[in-house]
């Protein structure tokens, strides 16, 4: 009878414990009137009463989506957990670059993942509000938004980086739809510079 009183009182404390978790949550973009999904990885322990978190935002490559990371990243709570810090990963579609583009209203993803989601990750976690705690990097076309979002609104995160990123679509004009968001590579030509991450680096605000 003991041993099953100690028993049952180890389940329920364990039950009532803190634990990470890494969870898929939808939200709605009021740019694109439609809902995107996040992979959202909390730290062990984590409570929204506790202490508030710094948070990294990790984007996927060209074909890919959000669940990416998680799944071929299978430390990433781990990850969080030696770190104390949420992880991110915003469904960037297909092929949308991190753009928001000019010829598609549903296809707002710097619009999207700049301001809306990070929103939204602040008002229902336990983030710390500041861009000194706001990161965001990613892989390939991940990359090109890490910085690009990064210098963009440097107003809104305090670092950023990219993994084997391509900067500059300059040279990027078959088989990964960059003109499907920007338009004709000749008429916008333009537009295809001042959007490449690798020039927008250099207008990087000075006083952030």
């Known amino acids: 009878m003991k041993k099953s009183l100690v028993f049952l009182l180890t389940l329920i404390i364990l039950s009532s414990a803190a634990f990470g978790s890494v969870d898929t949550v939808n939200i709605y973009s009021n740019s ?5 999904k996040c992979v959202v990885v909390t730290p062990t322990g984590y409570k929204k009463s506790g202490p508030a978190l710094p948070v ?3 984007l996927h490559g060209f074909s ?16 969080a957990d030696e770190n104390h810090l949420m992880i991110v990963c915003p469904d960037g579609a297909y092929s949308s670059w991190y753009f928001d583009s000019p010829l598609d209203l549903t296809m707002h993803y710097e619009t999207n993942i700049a301001l809306e989601i990070p929103a939204y990750i602040d ?6 509000r500041d861009r000194k ?16 979002l990064g210098f963009r609104h440097a107003d809104l995160f305090g670092a950023c980086g990219s993994m084997s990123g391509a900067l500059d679509i300059t040279h990027i004009t078959r088989n990964y739809d960059v003109e499907k968001r920007l338009g004709d590579t000749l008429i916008n030509k333009q537009r295809y510079i001042d959007w490449s ?8 605000p000075k006083t952030h």
Do not use: C
Not at 32 to 36: E, G, I
Not at 133 to 148: D, E, N, V
């Open 123 to 128: 008002s229902v976690y336990h983030t710390i």
């Open 56 to 58: 990294v935002y990790l």
């Open 32 to 36: 694109m009137f439609k809902s995107v």
């Open 197 to 204: 991450a690798i020039n927008v680096i250099e207008k990087y």
């Open 64 to 79: 890919g989506k959000y669940s990416d990371w998680v799944k071929q990243v299978p430390e990433m709570q781990s990850l």
């Open 133 to 148: 705690a706001r990161a965001i990097t990613g892989l390939s076309m991940g990359g090109h938004g890490g910085l690009f």
